[in-house]
């Protein structure tokens, strides 16, 4: 049973949030990306909030700029820190410790997760990354893999300032190209049904501006016009390290994160556990959740 609620955090923000179990069990938050919201995490709340699965508390907040969430215009307010932060206050209150016993995060909730899991290594306990790169090997690969950065080339659309029109131009036809133009996994597109469509038309009708916003901030893409980005550094593995036991899930059909981005990675996350997944794509949550979910569960349970 999926229960919905706000919470105002002491930063100001406020998340809209999904969830499953009870308040006082250990907590499982999961992060999602763009296009999405919280709803794609559903099947994995009900998951592991099972007794047998964990009995977890399972929340999934809508990051914030998206659904329901505070939604600021001011493009300085998706810094990576701000959005750290976010996690952080909603942990502290839904812990009564303040712990996260475990984070699960894909694209750009990956981005936040990994900034969490270094920032705030005393309060979290394991990691779960799906398709989303870490920050030291995401800037190596777009200042000296051309393939990368062309396969980044759309973060720069995305900045646009009118990404939001042509975005949600024809019933949201671009938006739809961030599924159906990216290779298919097994079974191609048929998660995207007429339901899942509403749940993602309900979540965009409510404002794009922050998703691009997200783009927008952000140092770490190529170019414009092409080639490495002029303003980005080496990042150092000891100024990104991640100590939290840490399991990557990797579809290698990535059309827009490349292998390249999970070579070099155990630099940077020392108790690393790495799964490739052939015949996926970025969208693995809706094309594989039960993988997904035996995957964790695997984890977890260690």
């Not at 398709?131 to 030291?136: A, F, I, L, R, W």
């Not at 749940?199 to 691009?212: F, I, M, S």
């Not at 991640?242 to 059309?255: G, I, K, S």
């Amino acid at each position: 049973m999926i229960e919905t609620f706000k919470r105002e955090l002491p930063n100001g923000c406020r998340l809209s949030c999904r969830a499953s179990g009870p308040a006082n069990a250990p907590l499982m938050v999961f992060l999602h990306g763009f296009p999405e919201a919280a709803f794609i995490w559903d099947p994995l709340l009900e998951h592991f909030s099972r007794p047998e699965n964990g009995g977890f508390r399972c929340v999934a907040p809508n990051l914030r700029g998206f659904e329901k969430s505070s939604s600021p215009t001011e493009v300085a307010a998706y810094r990576a820190h701000l959005l750290a932060q976010d996690i952080l206050q909603l942990v502290q209150s839904e812990s009564r410790s303040g712990q996260l016993d475990v984070l699960v995060a894909h694209d750009w909730g990956g981005a936040v997760a990994w900034l969490f899991a270094n920032a705030h290594a005393d309060r979290l306990g394991k990691l779960v990354i799906i398709n989303s790169p870490h920050p030291g090997t995401f800037a190596r690969e777009l200042l000296h893999n051309p393939e990368q950065q062309a396969a980044s080339a759309y973060m720069n659309f995305l900045a646009r300032p009118d990404a939001e029109a042509l975005l949600s131009a024809d019933d949201y036809q671009r938006m739809w190209s961030f599924f159906t133009l990216m290779k298919a996994g097994p079974g191609g597109f048929g998660w995207l049904t007429d339901e899942v469509k509403a749940q993602y038309r309900e979540v965009w009708d409510r404002g794009l501006t922050g998703a691009c916003n997200y783009y927008r901030v952000t140092p770490m893409k190529p170019a414009q016009g092409g080639g490495p980005p002029s303003n980005l550094p080496e990042l150092p593995p000891e100024r990104f390290m991640v100590q939290a036991p840490t399991l990557v899930l990797w579809a290698l059909d990535d059309a827009a994160l490349l292998p390249g981005l999970i070579e070099g990675l155990d630099a940077f996350v020392p108790r690393l556990q790495l799964k490739k997944i052939p015949g996926a794509t970025h969208w693995i949550v809706h094309e594989q959740p039960e993988q997904v979910a035996r995957e964790i569960q695997a984890f977890v349970g260690q």
